[in-house]
């Protein structure tokens, strides 16, 4: 009779026991619902807005709620409201994720609800959830930096002081890259990655930043028809590197242009074609001035003879012209041996360009066809 009173005993305590734990876990599990589920009130009427009434946005931790502002509602009007649920759903599942220390999951899902929503509370999150797992110092950075992109107002006054208490921190574990390619659509890769060609206004970009973590890194720029410019640059921890990538390409070309050159051959050819001819009517005369010397003085003239002043005037006129012949020869000769030798140096050659320093090459893109010309100064 005392052993079945004990075991008695023994059972109702184990079904107390187990009724005690079956409460206990329903008592956390709806709190667990209260803190990180998805349900959201009927009556939430600005579109998608995780305010304090919905869902995780209720969590009691400052830092699990979201302000509800017109701000917000000016930023979220592009955003379907299907879409801002859905994005919201997976921002509670990534809180509910991070509060049991499941940090990977976490951040996975805040990427997937920015993917959808890019809200700046989510950015805030996920850099949290990236501090945890130890991410590189420039993405948690540019994480925190879209979390404060438009303000306290987004994310709470408490969230907003903690993300720029982390950008600060941050700032001296990074480093700054400059990146300048002024030839224009050129494609230009830093990291391994292409950089965008336009500015949020459609112009296209010449000088790129970005936030990097120290390290060795490449940039080139590439275009067709050019040769591509590759350029390593050490990124200094809290410091910016400039980095200039300048665009050559070929042009086959000669020192100077053709025409002067043949133009000086021709002159010079016809000054000593002309000199020529004056040499050769020089040379007549002195012939004529040697007969008719002999047939005037044949036993020889005194100098002040008449007939031997008349005979030296035609000498005379005889060497000036055999004179001018000579420097016909002497200038015709330089001109054609110049230009013959400016002829034989001024063969094609291939010279090397840049498009960064006043230079004006072709611009081509769809539709439209010019020149760019860019100087500097």
């Given at each position: 009779?005392i052993?079945?009173?004990?075991?008695?005993?023994?059972?109702?305590?184990?079904?107390?026991?187990?009724?005690?734990?079956?409460?206990?876990?329903?008592?956390?599990?709806?709190?667990?619902?209260?803190?990180?589920?998805?349900?959201?009130?009927?009556?939430?009427?600005?579109?998608?807005?995780?305010?304090?009434?919905?869902?995780?946005?209720?969590?009691?931790?400052?830092?699990?709620?979201?302000?509800?502002?017109?701000?917000?509602?000016?930023?979220?009007?592009?955003?379907?409201?299907?879409?801002?649920?859905?994005?919201?759903?997976?921002?509670?599942?990534?809180?509910?994720?991070?509060?049991?220390?499941?940090?990977?999951?976490?951040?996975?899902?805040?990427?997937?609800?920015?993917?959808?929503?890019?809200?700046?509370?989510?950015?805030?999150?996920?850099?949290?959830?990236?501090?945890?797992?130890?991410?590189?110092?420039?993405?948690?950075?540019?994480?925190?930096?879209?979390?404060?992109?438009?303000?306290a107002e987004?994310?709470?006054?408490?969230?907003?002081?903690?993300?720029?208490?982390?950008?600060?921190?941050?700032?001296?574990?990074?480093?700054?890259?400059?990146?300048?390619?002024?030839?224009?659509?050129?494609?230009?890769?830093?990291?391994?990655?292409?950089?965008?060609?336009?500015?949020?206004?459609?112009?296209?970009?010449?000088?790129?930043?970005?936030?990097?973590?120290?390290?060795?890194?490449?940039?080139?720029?590439?275009?067709?028809?050019?040769?591509?410019?590759?350029?390593?640059?050490?990124?200094?921890q809290?410091?910016?590197?400039?980095?200039?990538?300048?665009?050559?390409?070929?042009?086959v070309?000669?020192?100077?242009?053709?025409?002067?050159?043949?133009?000086?051959?021709?002159l010079?050819?016809?000054?000593?074609?002309?000199?020529?001819?004056?040499?050769?009517?020089?040379?007549?005369?002195?012939?004529?001035?040697?007969?008719?010397?002999?047939?005037?003085?044949?036993?020889?003239?005194?100098?002040?003879?008449?007939?031997?002043?008349?005979?030296?005037?035609?000498?005379?006129?005889?060497?000036?012209?055999?004179?001018?012949?000579?420097?016909g020869?002497?200038?015709?000769?330089?001109?054609?041996?110049?230009?013959?030798?400016?002829?034989l140096?001024?063969?094609?050659?291939?010279?090397?360009?840049?498009?960064d320093?006043?230079?004006?090459?072709?611009?081509?893109?769809?539709?439209?066809?010019?020149?760019?010309?860019?100087?500097?100064?």
């Amino acid at each position: 009779m005392i052993k079945w009173r004990r075991r008695r005993n023994t059972i109702a305590l184990g079904t107390l026991v187990v009724f005690g734990l079956v409460v206990r876990a329903s008592i956390s599990l709806a709190q667990a619902q209260h803190a990180g589920g998805t349900a959201y009130p009927a009556h939430n009427t600005k579109p998608g807005v995780p305010t304090h009434a919905a869902g995780c946005a209720r969590n009691a931790s400052s830092e699990s709620s979201v302000v509800e502002s017109d701000k917000i509602s000016e930023f979220s009007k592009e955003v379907p409201l299907a879409d801002q649920q859905k994005a919201i759903a997976l921002y509670c599942e990534g809180n509910a994720a991070y509060q049991i220390g499941q940090h990977r999951d976490a951040a996975a899902l805040y990427e997937q609800a920015i993917g959808i929503w890019p809200h700046p509370r989510f950015y805030y999150n996920l850099g949290k959830a990236q501090l945890k797992l130890a991410k590189e110092p420039a993405v948690i950075f540019q994480t925190f930096q879209r979390a404060v992109h438009y303000g306290a107002e987004l994310i709470g006054d408490q969230a907003y002081q903690e993300a720029q208490k982390h950008i600060e921190q941050l700032k001296r574990e990074i480093a700054w890259v400059v990146i300048v390619c002024e030839a224009p659509d050129a494609i230009v890769v830093f990291d391994g990655r292409v950089l965008p060609a336009t500015d949020d206004k459609g112009q296209p970009k010449t000088h790129w930043k970005r936030i990097v973590d120290p390290g060795d890194y490449v940039a080139r720029a590439t275009r067709p028809g050019f040769h591509e410019a590759t350029q390593s640059v050490a990124a200094i921890q809290g410091e910016t590197a400039h980095v200039r990538l300048v665009l050559t390409y070929d042009v086959v070309q000669r020192r100077w242009p053709r025409w002067p050159l043949w133009s000086a051959v021709a002159l010079g050819s016809a000054v000593i074609g002309a000199s020529a001819v004056v040499h050769w009517q020089a040379d007549r005369r002195f012939d004529n001035y040697d007969r008719a010397y002999g047939e005037a003085c044949p036993q020889g003239c005194l100098p002040g003879n008449p007939k031997r002043q008349a005979l030296d005037a035609n000498e005379r006129r005889a060497q000036r012209w055999r004179r001018i012949a000579e420097i016909g020869y002497s200038v015709g000769g330089t001109l054609l041996i110049t230009g013959l030798t400016l002829l034989l140096l001024n063969h094609e050659r291939v010279v090397t360009r840049s498009v960064d320093n006043g230079e004006v090459v072709p611009h081509v893109r769809p539709g439209e066809l010019g020149l760019h010309a860019n100087f500097r100064f």
